[in-house]
């Protein structure tokens, strides 16, 4: 599982339960939600909401720095949706990593 996820404090799926684009985002919750997942980053919130208006599949993201992005993932494979949750959470890894080594080398 990947480290970066411990710069992501929440993550709520929302999609409609019959809508065909709204694979990846059924997918990535199943993923997500996994024990595994649970407990690689313990202070991790999944949460999920079934849409009943027809809105498309979203995936909302709170990181760690108080950032939150909201991501429209209809018609989105699996793989783009983790990549496109965990860039920002690895930009924060990066950081802190660059921190870490300054005061390692100070």
């Excluded at 983790?82 to 990066?94: M, Q, R, Y």
């Amino acid at each position: 599982m990947s480290s970066v996820r411990r710069f992501i404090s929440k993550v709520k799926v929302s999609f409609g339960a019959y809508d065909k684009a709204a694979r990846g985002s059924r997918e990535f919750l199943r993923q997500w939600s996994a024990a595994k997942v649970a407990a690689s980053a313990p202070d991790l919130e999944v949460l999920s909401e079934v849409r009943t208006d027809g809105g498309p599949p979203t995936v909302v993201v709170k990181y760690t720095d108080g950032h939150e992005a909201v991501l429209d993932v209809s018609n989105s494979d699996v793989r783009n949706i983790v990549k496109e949750v965990e860039d920002h959470a690895l930009s924060l890894g990066n950081v802190e990593t660059v921190k870490a080594w300054q005061l390692k080398s100070s």
